[in-house]
């Protein structure tokens, strides 16, 4: 089964990141949240999360996808890791799936990731990035990069990384659970 990185920073974006987590565990795939340090993070609304480990433990893992949650401070804290901005490169060098949603984008842009590249983001977020052809839609991948908006498209993001990960009879499976109609 596949193994992906939920890198969490102090001030990330709750919805984002329990949703894709969640959805994730639901498709039977391996998720391993990680804190940059030891400490619990209190996420951008006050919710505090315990990261199953440290980023440091983290990289002594394979992972086949790393999942950015947005949310601020949490992006600019993402963006100012180094160990977050050597890893991005590394897995996307190698093909494995590099994915963000609603700020976090940015971070992938400040990789160089997204340049050529088609990308959503929450509004705004990537403009100051011109390389970036920014398309308004709820998620948008290219090649092994995957994007989306906001808190809001955070079930269809997690549904699409199922989808990429394992197949769309898993996801389908795991959306039918869901009960969204």
Do not use: W, Y
């Amino acid at each position: 089964m596949p193994k992906v990185l939920v890198p969490l920073a102090q001030g990330c974006e709750e919805i984002e990141a329990v949703t894709v987590i969640d959805i994730l565990r639901r498709a039977g795939i391996t998720v391993i949240s990680a804190g940059l340090d030891a400490q619990p993070v209190r996420a951008s609304r006050g919710v505090v999360l315990l990261p199953d480990l440290t980023l440091d433990e983290a990289l002594l893992h394979d992972f086949d996808m790393i999942v950015l949650p947005g949310g601020q401070p949490g992006t600019n804290n993402l963006k100012a890791d180094p160990r977050i901005l050597n890893l991005l490169k590394i897995m996307s060098t190698r093909g494995k799936f590099v994915t963000a949603i609603c700020a976090a984008p940015s971070v992938l842009a400040t990789a160089g990731l997204l340049d050529g590249k088609h990308a959503t983001s929450f509004p705004g977020t990537l403009d100051s990035f011109a390389k970036v052809n920014q398309q308004q839609l709820a998620v948008v991948t290219d090649g092994n990069l995957i994007t989306s908006r906001g808190p809001g498209t955070a079930i269809d993001f997690a549904l699409t990384l199922v989808e990429r990960l394992v197949d769309k009879t898993k996801r389908d499976e795991v959306e039918a659970g869901l009960v969204r109609a």
